[in-house]
């Protein structure tokens, strides 16, 4: 019929959604997401300069080179993409969810939007914490070591690469603490096995703090370590928490 409204995929109940609906949702979802992150890049590139140079402050004077005529024009893509998928990220995650939350319970659904601001949170935290206090040592390391020998002359690719890496990797790592809050909440761990890993979280942060500093001086591979390990023992004590609190909720509707 001409005059038959057609329903928006993501307005059908999940359970009367074709194969055909779902693919129709993600390439909408998908095509939203992917505007998105072309707007926010856009919006990189008109102060993609105050960017670069806020990116090149811990160098703390050190010239940076480019010895291929397309370098700088990678750079300033790669950057102001990078800044672009994270200015979206909220959008981003909302699409996600916005796609998977029509198959969860009530429940989960209010623990995952509960969840949603201090994920954004955590992982600003955690790039302004790599900013501010693991790439000044880091950066100071790496272009004073061996000037006895030779003058450091850095590619701006290679510089922005290492710091892009950095700050995106100490982004998601201080993610710990929501993520584990949240598996908690679903009970699919607790406090008590995650205080039974404790052992091997130490010895895995370590070999993320060697993988993810790009030094090999261990002072500034502790300075990822040791918050990563900090971020744990904070998951362990917020599992812990949403145990005592879901207890208690039982008690009381069994009361």
Request: glycine share 4%; proline share 7%; aromatic share 12%.
């Amino acid at each position: 019929m001409g005059n038959q409204l057609e329903i928006p995929p993501e307005k059908i109940s999940p359970k009367k959604m074709t194969i055909l609906s779902h693919l129709a949702e993600i390439r909408t979802r998908i095509f939203r997401s992917v505007i998105a992150i072309v707007i926010t890049t856009i919006a990189a590139f008109i102060f993609a300069d105050p960017i670069l140079n806020f990116l090149i402050a811990p160098l703390k004077g050190v010239p940076l080179i480019f010895v291929d005529m397309t370098e700088m024009i990678g750079v300033y893509m790669k950057v102001c993409l990078t800044v672009g998928i994270c200015a979206a990220m909220p959008y981003l995650i909302y699409e996600f969810l916005g796609f998977v939350t029509p198959a969860l319970k009530a429940k989960e659904k209010k623990y995952i939007y509960v969840a949603l601001p201090f994920i954004f949170i955590m992982f600003v935290a955690g790039v302004a914490f790599s900013y501010f206090v693991m790439l000044p040592p880091a950066v100071n390391f790496l272009t004073s070591f061996g000037t006895n020998i030779a003058s450091p002359q850095i590619r701006v690719s290679s510089y922005y690469t290492v710091v892009s890496r950095v700050i995106l990797a100490t982004g998601i790592i201080f993610e710990l603490p929501v993520i584990s809050t949240f598996l908690a909440w679903l009970g699919v761990i607790t406090s008590h096995w995650l205080a039974g890993k404790r052992k091997w979280a130490v010895i895995l942060a370590f070999v993320v703090g060697a993988i993810v500093t790009p030094t090999p001086d261990p002072i500034n591979q502790s300075l990822v370590a040791l918050p990563l390990i900090v971020l744990y023992e904070i998951s362990i004590w917020l599992a812990w928490l949403v145990q005592r609190s879901k207890a208690r909720a039982k008690k009381e509707s069994q009361g």
